[in-house]
T-cell receptor
Framework: GESVGLHLPTLSVQEGDNSIINCAYS??????FIWYKQESGKGPQFIID?????DKRQGQRVTVLLNKTVKHLSLQIAATQPGDSAVYFC?????????????FGTGTLLAVQP | ETGVTQSPTHLIKTRGQQVTLRCSSQ?????VSWYQQALGQGPQFIFQ???????GRGNFPPRFSGLQFPNYSSELNVNALELDDSALYLC????????????FGPGTRLTVL
């Protein structure tokens, strides 16, 4: 079935370092991908998205890379800060269907050490 | 803040009871989706409402039902609660029914005893 998975369940980085969170997806028909950040006790917060006609998109301190050949997605966070500590989810959507449903992976916990 | 609000924030019920959770979508958003998030897992799609009609459903039994109102707010109803229904229930709104970014509310934490 469809699934989105993450390679690393936990990532520990030093404050100021760059972080890279990886995600593999299995549905090659998916054409829209979103990264969410979820802090403890809160709902997922939109970080950045990318459509399948792109391979890179940059935001403020974040970059998403999409490699459709190997069905891989990554989130890069520059100069990681303690406030970046959270669980990060990638999610995919296959557009064109009747329902716009997100398929989430299990998440990666990013722990930023001061 | 996304502008999506949910109530209540926490709820405790016992097995067999029924529960209603509420969601107000972001202004201008006519599509609302509901997700269940078990502890330590990613959210799982329950169903979606677009212009007051169910617009798709995930792998959840019929005792999970919903409504969307003319102002696009929504309810999730769960009957005959089971222990495994304990989870964070998330509502997300979208400007339309296409592949657009979904903005989540803070969720309702449901505990079934």
């Amino acid at each position: 079935g469809e699934s989105v998975g993450l390679h690393l369940p936990t990532l520990s980085v030093q404050e100021g370092d760059n972080s890279i969170i990886n995600c593999a997806y299995s549905n090659s028909a998916s054409d829209y991908f979103i990264w969410y950040k979820q802090e403890s006790g809160k709902g997922p917060q939109f970080i950045i998205d990318i459509r399948s006609n792109m391979d890179k998109r940059q935001g403020q301190r974040v970059t998403v890379l999409l490699n459709k050949t190997v069905k891989h997605l990554s989130l890069q966070i520059a100069a990681t800060q303690p406030g970046d500590s959270a669980v990060y989810f990638c999610a995919e959507i296959k557009s064109g269907g009747a329902t716009n449903k997100l398929i989430f992976g299990t998440g990666t916990l990013l722990a930023v050490q001061p | 803040e996304t502008g999506v609000t949910q109530s209540p924030t926490h709820l405790i019920k016992t097995r067999g009871q029924q529960v209603t959770l509420r969601c107000s979508s972001q202004s201008g958003h006519n599509t609302v989706s509901w997700y269940q998030q078990a502890l330590g897992q990613g959210p799982q799609f329950i169903f979606q409402y677009y212009r007051e009609e169910e617009n798709g459903r995930g792998n959840f039994p019929p005792r999970f039902s919903g409504l969307q109102f003319p102002n696009y707010s929504s309810e999730l109803n769960v009957n005959a609660l089971e222990l495994d229904d304990s989870a964070l229930y998330l509502c997300a709104s979208t400007p339309g029914s296409g592949a657009d970014t979904q903005y989540f509310g803070p969720g309702t934490r449901l505990t079934v005893l």
